[in-house]
């Protein structure tokens, strides 16, 4: 909701991105900031949620579906966050596209076709920009309004805005926006991995310290196979749930 007052302030042009940010009124320059820094508190939230999950056996039957609802949440909550992150377009966005991107083309086969698609096309650039912006708009941040609106509705709570609170502290931190990025920047790996994919960064030089050739193995193999356990956790071992969580 945060974000709705940037949109028709914001300039989805690769040239004019960084610089409308920069723009912004005070209480926009708000806006941004809470938008910002709540977009990595959902993903720590949700990376709370899988690790409590596991931990606890929380996700056995009859929890499962609430464990792969949960599951998709922290998977547009990662979508949000990569997508989100291009959108100031300045030199560490731009590079960080620039390297996310390339690690999708290290996948055997499918890689420079998923790069090309990732990117709008063979390169970097405007299309890569607007791609992004319309699929963290138009296509994710419904999905997540929509999903609130339905949860709140069918479990409502009167002390929901409490959790406002530590929240909206967060506006008063100003969300970080480096110089404006360049073609330089545009076939650019020197971009830092941010901490979200840190962990998939570190399995890619793993593997490309055995062979260049082996770095799908940390970026796509590993993690494909992660999830995968995730989701099929339900039907591993015990079909119940503990009788600590207060299950049968």
Known sequence: VSSLPLVGMYSRSAQGARDSLAALPAWA??????????????????????????????????????????????GLFAALQLTGHALPWDQHAARTVVVE??????VPGVGPTVTSLIRGGQDVGHNTLGLWFGLHVALLAPW????????????????MWLAAIPVLAHALIAAPLGLKATEADYGSFAARPEWYVLPMHTLLNLAQRINP????????????????????????????????????
Do not use: D
Request: glycine share 12%; net charge positive; proline share 5%.
């Open 101 to 106: 991107s390339g690690i999708a083309g290290g």
């Open 144 to 159: 997540l309004l929509l999903s609130v609106w339905i949860v709140n509705k069918n479990r409502p709570s009167s002390k």
């Open 213 to 248: 050739s082996l770095g799908f193995l940390g970026s796509a193999l590993a993690p494909g196979i992660a999830v995968g356990l995730l989701v099929l956790l339900p039907w591993l071992g015990s079909s119940k749930a503990p009788r600590y969580l207060g299950m049968a």
């Open 29 to 74: 320059g708000y806006c941004r900031n809470l938008h910002h820094w709540s977009s990595a508190l959902l993903l720590v939230l949700g990376l709370a949620f899988v690790a409590c999950g596991v931990w606890t056996s929380a996700y056995r039957k009859p929890n499962h579906l609430a464990w792969l609802a949960g599951l998709a949440w922290f």
